[in-house]
């Protein structure tokens, strides 16, 4: 519930000089306007929590405090409520939650020498947090980690990842892209396997980066596709057209000239996950057919691979000190991409504009790039929003995508245009970005990650919100496979 986390950061020591040791609070139980209160705060202030991104159920902030020991509730909707799930005494406020917050003198005894500042190890700013403060694992116990991590995904299978109930939604081939286009924004999803009704079987996927090629493709001077003829071209006209449409931008995102990528509900959770690694896809339909030539396809699931890490982190909650790579830093260990320091010349670049930057760059960035989201930030690099791939789903509303020029509308207003009056996002504000800290150990990136929808996190520095680096979800079985 608490510990090393990311928001705004607010100072609540009132003690000058102390050094303060970034706190994530969360409120997991829903509500339309949550706050928090504390002894940190006198119990006077109401500090105001953020909904999680593809979680709004869940409130989180993060408060600089001071060690030792605090109290603190939760104001929900008008009533003060506490967590159950956490330590909690009775007082003069009632039913409060505890937290303690050991000394850097008790957290890191005779690390360093007298005359070196201590800092505590909740602490993510990179030019202070020394190694030497981090705890070291041998490679002996991350391999560990691994082969047991790999036993138990090799020995359960794509069934556990089945719901109990629910829907999946497919799409007929020679359904117009128009249609299909609205379909996917009004189900609230980004993604649709495509069924062959001549052929009897599902014969691809439509996805959002379709319609970001389509919407660039509307936006070329030169295109022989125009908004009128969505009305009429086909899904299967599209896909056939769609390789020349990536020749012309130079982009290796060709999947669909393959044959359909998928699982069937025998297959161990391993094989599905070295299935998405291998073929750079995000979801992977789960099919089933009791013939033994393949017809009369059904599709039971869409797996993806936050569900499989769900799988995970089920199995070893209790028991999370049979891998002891679980509590390391995530700055220790070699996951996903980091801002490279200055002076370094290896490393990736992570991708990341302004708020003024166009639609247009936003999308061309995304294609070229083969990234699935890209930050926005202010002139510091400090995060404010983040746009993804499954954005562009929003611009079918209201048919937004035939009023606007991509080179002329800001990634701003794209987002703006996709909001809808009655969401509780704060637009530029972070709070729908996911995000984490570098300090923050591996097993809460991953429960945050194996959280539906989520698909990353941006690794923030506490209090500026300065961007650091980005972890994927397949970042993490990268990881863990060794890849």
Not at 82 to 87: A, S
Request: with cysteine.
């Amino acid at each position: 519930m608490f510990g090393s986390g990311s928001d705004s950061g607010q100072n609540h020591s009132g003690i000058a000089g102390t050094v303060l040791m970034p706190t994530r609070f969360e409120w997991p139980f829903g509500g339309r306007r949550v706050l928090l209160s504390g002894s940190f705060t006198r119990w006077q202030d109401h500090i105001a929590m953020s909904p999680m991104e593809d979680c709004p159920t869940v409130f989180q902030v993060v408060c600089n405090l001071t060690p030792g020991y605090h109290q603190y509730k939760f104001f929900v909707d008008g009533e003060w409520r506490h967590d159950e799930r956490q330590p909690f005494v009775s007082g003069n406020y009632g039913v409060v939650n505890t937290i303690f917050l050991p000394r850097e003198s008790d957290a890191i005894p005779e690390l360093f020498s007298s005359d070196v500042p201590i800092r505590s190890n909740m602490d993510v700013d990179s030019d202070f947090l020394r190694l030497d403060a981090v705890p070291q694992i041998s490679q002996a116990e991350i391999e560990l980690s691994r082969q047991r991590i790999s036993a138990f995904l090799s020995t359960h299978t794509a069934y556990e990842l089945l719901p109990e109930s629910g829907k999946v939604i497919a799409l007929d081939v020679n359904l117009p892209v128009k249609q299909a286009f609205h379909i996917l924004y009004e189900q609230g999803i980004s993604v649709a396997p495509l069924w062959d009704f001549c052929k009897g079987q599902f014969v691809g996927v439509l996805t959002a980066i379709d319609f970001i090629l389509i919407l660039m493709e509307l936006g070329n001077h030169g295109s022989n596709l125009t908004e009128e003829e969505l009305e009429t071209h086909s899904i299967s006209a599209w896909k056939g057209g769609k390789l020349r449409l990536n020749r012309q931008i130079d982009c290796n995102l060709n999947s669909y000239s393959r044959s359909l990528i998928h699982g069937g509900p025998y297959d161990s959770l391993k094989d599905l996950a070295l299935r998405f690694l291998q073929n750079k896809v995000s979801t992977l339909p789960i099919i089933h057919s009791s013939s033994s030539d393949g017809s009369f396809p059904q599709l039971l699931h869409l797996a993806t691979l936050s569900g499989i890490l769900k799988c995970i982190c089920r199995h070893f909650k209790h028991s999370s000190s049979s891998l002891p790579i679980l509590q390391q830093p995530i700055c220790s260990i070699p996951i996903g991409t980091w801002v490279p320091k200055i002076g370094e010349s290896s490393g990736k670049p992570i991708a990341m504009l302004r708020p003024n930057a166009s639609l247009g760059a936003a999308l061309s960035l995304l294609v070229r790039a083969e990234v699935s989201s890209v930050p926005i930030v202010d002139d510091n690099d400090s995060l404010l929003d983040i746009y993804c791939r499954s954005d562009i789903t929003a611009l079918a509303k209201d048919r937004a995508y035939s009023q606007i020029r991509l080179d002329e509308l800001s990634i701003h207003k794209a987002i703006q245009l996709g909001q809808d009056a009655s969401s509780p996002r704060g637009l530029f504000n972070g709070q729908m970005c996911q995000m984490c800290l570098r300090s923050d150990p591996l097993h809460k990136v991953l429960e945050r990650l194996a959280v539906p929808g989520a698909r990353r996190l941006v690794i923030v520095e506490a209090g500026s919100k300065r961007v650091e680096g980005i972890i994927s979800v397949t970042d993490v079985f990268k990881f863990l496979f060794g890849c």
